[in-house]
Nanobody
Framework: VQLVESGGGSVQAGGSLRLSCAASGYTARRKCMAWFRQAPGKEREGVATIDSIGSTTYADSVNGRFAISKDSAKNTLYMQMNTLKPEDTGMYYC?????????????????WGQGTQVTVS
């Protein structure tokens, strides 16, 4: 299984970015996928999840600003990030697990991407 993120970058506060995560060797349609992030000196935290039937969850800090989605035909996970704030800065990771339902903790995920950096100033 390989997860490859893209779409990170540097933006000003209030701007937008769209992250993508291309999965290979993994069937995204029937599985849970998620986005996590980690700021320097902080623990990795969950940002958003999407399960096998398309139900989504969001961290309180991003609810209403971020939107997670999944294109099963392309086996790709996305996250649209709007109204970005400096506190959204960090390395963003795509994660996937072998089960259909999502967990909130990082150790519940079997596969991880290499991360894509998001910097908001």
């Amino acid at each position: 299984v390989q997860l490859v993120e893209s779409g990170g970058g540097s933006v000003q506060a209030g701007g937008s970015l769209r992250l993508s995560c291309a999965a290979s060797g993994y069937t995204a349609r029937r599985k849970c996928m998620a986005w996590f992030r980690q700021a320097p000196g902080k623990e990795r935290e969950g940002v958003a999840t999407i399960d096998s039937i398309g139900s989504t969850t969001y961290a309180d800090s991003v609810n209403g600003r971020f939107a997670i989605s999944k294109d099963s035909a392309k086996n790709t996970l996305y996250m649209q990030m709007n109204t970005l704030k400096p506190e959204d800065t960090g390395m963003y990771y795509c994660a996937a697990r072998d089960g259909p339902w999502c967990l909130s903790r990082p150790d519940g995920y079997n596969y991880w991407g290499q991360g894509t950096q998001v910097t908001v100033s």
